[in-house]
């Protein structure tokens, strides 16, 4: 299957700080990119929805001045947490979809606001 | 009309056992129902998927079965080993919008 990546896997940041994770698709095109949010035992909650070269859209009730997402070539997306509080720890995970719409996730990274 | 609703919530089976996760959905213009493993902090995997104008598919020891005049679709894990032990998670989407609506999950534990 195809394969993507993210990075870090897990970051640890002061309250108040941004934090970057890259999202990218290793062996092959994303047109779109997705990102989630997962809390423990709880399943995966869209956060937003990525296309290359055009601004994200949002899923209701997520705040766009505060995860900011950029996917400014096919292969790479990224999510910046701006000013980042304890209740913004959690796991994000990225996704990318294949021509065939075949959806892949990324191993996810552990995000802790301190 | 949006949702997924996937049961047992959780699940107990003995090794060489058959493992069966229920999903049923709404909105008929789904078209793309995915399965997913995910082991503790590791991102989902894709485990099997299937459209609708087929009412099984196979693939090794796990099974979709897909019932499309009552909108339900089921995950099949043949002779159940403890590896198989993560949460597995029904998903459906329209290809046109590809966005996934996930079931709630289910932890599946195989019992050696």
């Known amino acids: 299957g195809a394969v993507v990546s993210q990075h870090p896997s897990r970051v640890i940041c002061k309250s108040g700080t941004s934090v970057k994770i890259e999202c990218r698709s290793l062996?092959?095109?994303?047109?779109?990119m997705f990102w989630y949010r997962q809390f423990p035992k709880q399943s995966l909650m869209l956060m937003a929805t990525?296309?290359?070269?055009?601004?994200?859209?949002?899923e209701q009730g997520v705040e766009k001045d505060k995860f900011l997402i950029n996917h400014a070539s096919l292969t790479l997306s990224t999510l910046t947490v701006t000013s980042a509080h304890p209740e913004d720890s959690s796991f994000y995970i990225c996704?990318?979809?294949?021509?065939?719409?075949?959806?892949?996730f990324g191993p996810g990274t552990r995000l802790t606001v301190t | 009309q949006q949702q997924v609703k996937q049961s047992p919530q959780s699940l107990i089976v003995q090794k060489g056992g058959i493992s069966i996760i229920n999903c049923a959905y709404e909105n008929t213009a789904f078209d793309y129902f995915p399965w997913y493993q995910q082991f503790p902090g590791k991102g989902p995997a894709l485990l099997i998927a299937i459209r609708p104008d087929v009412s099984e598919k196979k693939e090794g020891r796990f099974t979709i079965s897909f019932n499309k005049s009552a909108k339900q679709f089921s995950l099949h894990i043949m002779d159940s080993q403890p590896g198989d032990s993560a949460t597995y998670f029904c998903a459906a989407s329209n290809a046109g919008f590809q966005k996934l609506v996930f079931g709630t999950g289910t932890r599946l534990l195989v019992s050696p």
């Open positions: 996704s990318a979809t294949t021509v065939s719409y075949e959806q892949y």
């Open positions: 062996d092959f095109q994303a047109t779109t």
């Open positions: 990525s296309n290359e070269g055009s601004k994200a859209t949002y």
